[in-house]
């Protein structure tokens, strides 16, 4: 059975950091390219950062470019997202992803983490 757990939200400042922990297990995890997703209230979730299998290869959102970074330790079946310079607009919950190395849509999700992000 696979299982994503996300931790690490929580309520801060603007302009404060928070770093996201995607812990997965129940898959091979080098098999799978990862993702962080987002939803706020009344929003459509939205793509936020993605990494592939071996973290060679990384993707962001426009609105996060430059103050977020994904990262991933295969070793621990883990993936991260830092979040520095954090503005209330990133107040949403935060979702970790699964995906098949070959397929385009994402298969597996946790249960995501809240971040808010006071002004």
């Known amino acids: 059975q696979v299982q994503l757990v996300e931790s690490g939200g929580g309520l801060v400042q603007a302009g404060a950091s928070l770093r996201l922990t995607c812990a997965a297990s129940?898959?091979?995890?080098?098999?799978?390219?990862m993702g962080w997703f987002r939803q706020a209230p009344g929003r459509e979730r939205e793509s936020v950062a993605a990494i592939t299998w071996n973290g060679e290869s990384n993707d962001y959102a426009d609105s996060v470019k430059g103050r977020f970074t994904i990262s991933r330790d295969n070793a621990k079946n883990t993936v991260y997202l830092q979040m520095d310079s954090l503005k209330p607009e990133d107040t949403a919950i935060y979702y970790c992803?699964?995906?098949?190395?070959?397929?385009?849509?994402?298969?597996?999700w946790g249960q995501g983490t809240q971040v808010t992000v006071s002004s």
């Open positions: 129940g898959l091979t995890f080098t098999n799978f390219d």
């Open positions: 992803a699964a995906r098949t190395r070959i397929l385009i849509r994402y298969e597996y």
